[in-house]
């Protein structure tokens, strides 16, 4: 691998404000099932501000605020997650569609950190020369 040749990775902001727009949708959900005492109301009002505040942050901010953002948003689906077990098998779908949201944004976390790594890398060899 040289130097003028960057190794690819995938640009995590688009899908960043895609799971965002899917995350809202989600934590509607769940605030709708929080009218029901499944699942704290205060857990899912911070999850739908963490994801209405991922657009912005796609957009705008650094590569590791969006990466500290997708972790927070993992680690509140986790929680919410943890609400539906105590809950049982009624929630299934519900159980299902979280599963899905904590496996992307722990992937786009995955993906932003392999690029600030790259950036990282890019720059020590650029600056050897």
């Known amino acids: 691998m040289s130097k003028e040749s960057p190794v690819g990775t995938h640009n995590p902001r688009p899908s960043a404000i895609n799971h965002a727009m899917w995350l809202i949708v989600v934590a509607g959900l769940t605030l709708e099932l929080a009218h029901t005492g499944s699942v704290s109301i205060w ?65 786009l976390a995955y993906l932003t950190n392999r690029q600030i790594l790259e950036y990282k890398r890019l720059e020590m060899l650029y600056n050897e020369s």
């Open 43 to 107: 857990f899912s009002l911070a999850w739908l501000t963490v994801g209405i505040a991922m657009i912005p942050i796609a957009i705008h901010c650094t590569i590791k605020v969006l990466r500290n953002l997708l972790m927070a948003d993992a680690m509140l689906a986790l929680t919410i997650f943890s609400y539906f077990m105590i809950e049982g098998p009624d929630i299934l779908f519900a159980m299902g569609i979280l599963v899905g949201q904590i496996a992307f944004a722990v992937y």
